[in-house]
């Protein structure tokens, strides 16, 4: 069975000021879909960004690769 990992920050967990840094514009969204399509360690992927929260959930390949996607949304 595959693990579904979901990193993120929302309103019960970061303030606002963090969550406006963390979200993502359209165009950014896009380019961390196309991100995580050709990485071949990640099976599958979804962004999901709002007012409120900002979450990034995925299934990886093998290994948990958290590094790899708290690098995308920090970046």
């Not at 929302?10 to 606002?16: D, E």
């Not at 995580?36 to 959930?57: H, M, P, Y």
């Given at each position: 069975?595959?693990?579904?990992i ?7 967990t970061?303030?606002v000021?963090l969550?406006?840094?963390l979200?993502?514009?359209d ?10 399509k ?10 999901f ?26 970046d």
């Amino acid at each position: 069975m595959s693990k579904i990992i979901l990193i993120g920050a929302n309103h019960k967990t970061a303030p606002v000021a963090l969550r406006e840094k963390l979200s993502f514009s359209d165009d950014e969204i896009l380019a961390a879909l196309e991100f995580l399509k050709q990485d071949k360690d990640i099976k599958e992927g979804l962004v999901f960004s709002t007012c409120n929260r900002t979450e990034v959930l995925y299934i990886p390949e093998k290994d948990d690769q958290i590094d790899k996607i708290i690098e995308l949304i920090s970046d």
